[in-house]
């Protein structure tokens, strides 16, 4: 697999004074090991759901872009009782303040945000929202931010 490059750091800030909203990257990872360069890094919209214990969701929109779309892995039940298909979009390389984690991502049509994030997510990447500075960071091995 080609070289891993780091995300971009700075991103243009959302217009919302929540912790829970984020501006982020999202590549897909090669599925094979024959130096495939990986795409370029896409922008997205983040929101964290704290409470949620999904998997790491990205819109369908996104993983199209990504060139990801996955195979349907599952359903759930919206609202008024639709089912509402999930794909299965595979690994990603997601970048939140300039460190770049490995997000294995499932899709659905998702809107206004193109990645949710839950619970989940936040435990195993060691996930640290700062209310103070409304900002999304992740503690390396070493507990640093």
Request: net charge negative; proline share 8%; glycine share 8%.
């Amino acid at each position: 697999m080609g070289q891993r490059s780091p995300p971009p750091v700075h991103a243009p800030a959302l217009a919302a004074s929540s912790p829970a909203v984020h501006t982020g990257f999202i590549r897909a990872i090669p599925d094979r090991a024959d130096n495939v360069k990986p795409a370029e890094y896409l922008e997205v919209s983040i929101l964290v759901d704290s409470g949620s214990q999904q998997a790491p969701l990205c819109s369908t929109a996104v993983a199209e872009r990504l060139g990801a779309s996955g195979k349907l892995a599952s359903f759930a039940l919206q609202a008024g009782g639709q089912p509402l298909p999930i794909y299965d979009v595979g690994w990603c390389d997601l970048g939140i303040n300039g460190r770049s984690c490995r997000t294995s991502f499932k899709s659905a049509a998702l809107s206004p945000f193109d990645v949710i994030l839950g619970e989940s997510w936040l435990k195993e990447h060691r996930g640290v929202l700062d209310y103070a500075d409304n900002r999304l960071w992740q503690k390396d091995l070493e507990g640093n931010l």
